[in-house]
């Protein structure tokens, strides 16, 4: 019977759909976080939220948000922004072969999806069939989608709520530390990082908080000086 | 409006970064010292990060012993667990507990 043969296809959306809703949870504290950086900033706070479908880019979004609100002038928070969203050049990269199989309007719209845990989970399904991928990109992808814009949205309404006195603030270096240790799979990763942070604190007094930019090329560059003794 | 300006020019840098080689690359490769100096931005970036914002804007002072504290909870639990809710929610109890001691 039809129906039988139907129900033993595996449906892709539906598993995409559920990969994307276990990746969500430990989303959650960035996308509060993100509300309460836009509080902070002084910036209106639906002007801070439409940089969540605009950009659609977590880690991104609140280092933009919360260097403009630190009186970082717009070039130098835009920079570090952009910085900060390199890694995606890498998905972009990994994810173009599969892609060549796709028509053209997904492979124009794939990418505003392609955030971390889309990456995450379509990276391992190249071997799909291609319309059962498409189907799993799209189901996992808006998942998350609409997960980040509600739970932006609901952060900005996190920090009033809170009591008075607890310093809410902290919550973003801790976030950051947290990605930055995730980031860190060997000794000479490990040095960048604390070269980096030094040479941010040393520099600490650059105007429109430039120095950041120039901590994390010197810290690119250690990296790469140190890459060449490995062997 | 230069936010939402700059918002916007970032929407489309954000894009570009994400689009640029599933639309333009076939079967070119990516030179592998590009791909390795991208491994770093990562670390260095975060790491310059989250000691520019632990600096006041006005520059210059130190973090206190909490936002230390804080922060080596946070990398700890991050390096046992790596789950960002207990990274979040044991650093920041550590982060005012220590505060209020002090």
Not at chain 1, 53 to 82: D, K
Not at chain 1, 155 to 160: C, E, H, I, K, N
Request: charged share 10%; net charge positive.
């Amino acid at each position: 019977m039809l129906s039988d043969s139907n129900s033993l296809k595996p449906n892709y959306v539906r598993r995409g759909f559920l990969d994307a809703l276990i990746l969500v949870i430990p989303a959650i504290p960035f996308a509060l976080v993100f509300g309460l950086a836009v509080r902070e900033s002084g910036i209106a706070i639906w002007l801070g939220w439409s940089s969540s479908p605009i950009m659609f880019s977590g880690a991104a979004q609140i280092t933009l948000i919360t260097l403009l609100g630190e009186g970082a002038s717009v070039a130098a928070a835009a920079t570090a922004a952009l910085v900060v969203g390199a890694r995606h050049l890498f998905y972009s990269f990994s994810m173009a072969p599969v892609m060549q199989h796709q028509p053209s309007w997904f492979r124009w719209f794939a990418p505003y999806m392609l955030v971390d845990q889309v990456f995450a989970l379509c990276v391992g399904k190249q071997d799909l069939p291609a319309a059962d991928f498409r189907r799993y990109y799209l189901a996992a992808g808006m998942t998350f989608w609409v997960f980040w814009m509600t739970f932006t949205a609901l952060g900005l309404f996190v920090g009033p709520v809170l009591p008075a006195g607890l310093d809410i603030t902290f919550a973003t270096p801790v976030l950051f530390m947290g990605l930055l240790v995730t980031t860190i799979d060997g000794w000479q990763k490990a040095v960048v990082a604390v070269f980096a942070m030094v040479v941010t604190f040393l520099l600490a007094d650059m105007p429109s908080r430039s120095g950041l930019l120039v901590a994390a090329l010197a810290g690119l560059i250690l990296g790469l000086v140190l890459e060449r003794f490995r062997r | 409006m230069i936010i939402f300006l700059t918002i916007f020019m970032m929407g489309l840098g954000s894009y570009a970064m994400r689009a640029v080689f599933i639309l333009l690359l076939s079967n070119r490769r990516f030179p592998p010292s590009a791909l390795k100096a991208l491994e770093y931005v990562g670390p260095a970036v975060m790491a310059a990060l989250v000691m520019t914002m632990l600096l006041s804007p006005e520059g210059g002072n130190a973090p206190g012993v909490n936002e230390w504290a804080g922060l080596g909870t946070a990398a700890v639990v991050a390096l046992v667990t790596r789950n960002h809710i207990y990274v979040l929610t044991l650093a920041m109890a550590v982060y005012w507990g220590v505060g209020y001691l002090v």
